[in-house]
């Protein structure tokens, strides 16, 4: 199987910044694109980043210019630095893999 795991949430406050991390295991496969999507309490699951196999890079209106995601093909790793937090930023992170892998979410809280 393939395994999902993400790190580096935690409470931080406005302004604050904060990386995280994804990491991937299992069988191999072939990766067409990899994605950040987050959930706020109360609230649907939504897009935040895409980098896709060529190495462009998509953003929600809502991040652009705060936020930043990044690969390392070679140690599978997926990674998104969040700059100048916002209090609606806070929700659970989700790194996901060809809109298909999911993996098990980290909390994000930005708040004073």
């Known amino acids: 199987q393939v395994h999902l795991v993400e790190s580096g949430g935690g409470l931080v406050q406005p302004g604050g910044s904060l990386r995280l991390s994804c990491a991937a295991s299992?069988?191999?496969?072939?990766?067409?694109?990899l994605n950040w999507y987050r959930q706020a309490p109360g609230r649907q699951r939504e897009f935040v980043a895409r980098?896709?196999?060529?190495?462009?890079?998509t953003y929600a209106d809502s991040v652009k210019g705060r936020f930043t995601i990044s690969r390392d093909i070679a140690n599978l790793m997926l990674y998104l630095q969040m700059d100048n937090l916002k209090p609606e930023d806070t929700g659970v992170y989700y790194c996901?893999?060809?809109?298909?892998?999911w993996g098990q979410g980290t909390q994000v809280t930005v708040s004073s």
């Open positions: 996901n893999a060809n809109d298909y892998f």
């Open positions: 299992g069988m191999g496969f072939n990766v067409y694109e």
């Open positions: 980098i896709v196999s060529r190495g462009t890079t």
